[in-house]
Structures are given as structure tokens and as C-alpha cells.
């Protein structure tokens, strides 16, 4: 039976590629097969922090949680891997563990193509994965999420 665990994030600057590749580093050894990040509003900060879903009972000292961080961000889903180029909302669908791909401003249809970009990060919405997408030049839709934003207003 799988259990989802709340774990010690370290801190990370930079663009999502790297942030991502930081945290997911935080937790190999696991056997994660959800990563997810999520803000924790506990404390008298708000913090990010990680959410890790796992087969077994883990070593060390892991946070039980009663399941995904609503609003959590994916940054490691089972089919994540196969999720490259362009592929319909229905291919997305069925090769990976997103529930629902979710237009912003456009309505998306099985047959809609999403380019992928190689970058997906999905979120919880309750206990359900949903991809939001966005329409991008060429008719395709694209996530909402890119990898390497490019800052705006002067970089302030």
C-alpha cells in the first residue's frame, strides 16, 4: 500500500529545471514514485516543501501525511518519461498518472495536442493530477509551466 510523506526541503533559487533537479535529488534513495512540492503554511513562514508518495514503510524520519498536497507541483509521476513532443490530451491521459488535462482560456478536447516541451509539472487538485495547458503558437497548446521562465520588468 502506498503512503504519501512529508520530507525536509533544502532551500533552492533558480529556474524550475534546476529547482526541480535539487529536490528530486533531496530524495533519491526513497523509491518516490510521486515528488511533489507544495507550500507549507504550518509554521509562522510559509516554506516549500516536498511531498513523497511510497510503497513501504520509510527509513528516517518522514512526516506521515493523509495524502497528496492540494496544489502540490509534480516533479517526478509515474509515465512522466514518456511525455515528450507533442501528443494529444488523451495520450497524456493514458501513458502517465495525469487524471485531466485542463485548459486555461481554451477548452480542451481528447484530441487537442499539447507540446509537451519535454517539462510537464502537473498539480494536485485534491486527488486528482491535472496538467493545465495554455494555446501556443502553431494551434498546439503547451503547460503553463516552462522551464526556463524568462523574467519580466527588468528582473525586479
Not at 498536497?69 to 497524456?92: K, Y
Not at 517539462?119 to 503553463?144: C, D, N, Q, W, Y
Amino acid at each position: 500500500m502506498s503512503r504519501w510523506f512529508g520530507v525536509g526541503c533544502p532551500p533552492v533559487a533558480g529556474a524550475a529545471a534546476h529547482a526541480d533537479h535539487v529536490l528530486l535529488s533531496s530524495v533519491d534513495g526513497l523509491g518516490a514514485d510521486f515528488v511533489c512540492t507544495h507550500v507549507d503554511r504550518t509554521g509562522a513562514v510559509a516554506r516549500t516543501a516536498l511531498a513523497v508518495r511510497l510503497g513501504g514503510s520509510p527509513a528516517g524520519a518522514l512526516t506521515p501525511l493523509a495524502g497528496p498536497p492540494d496544489g502540490g507541483r509534480c516533479v517526478r509521476f509515474p509515465g512522466q518519461d514518456a511525455l515528450t513532443g507533442t501528443l494529444t490530451a488523451a495520450e497524456i491521459v493514458a501513458a502517465s498518472a495525469i487524471d485531466e488535462v485542463v485548459g486555461v482560456g481554451v477548452p480542451v478536447a481528447p484530441d487537442s495536442a499539447v507540446d509537451t516541451l519535454g517539462f510537464l509539472r502537473p498539480t494536485f487538485a485534491g486527488e486528482r493530477l491535472v496538467l493545465l495547458v495554455e494555446p501556443a503558437a502553431g494551434g498546439v497548446l503547451r503547460p503553463v509551466e516552462i522551464a526556463d521562465p524568462h523574467e519580466c520588468c527588468g528582473g525586479h
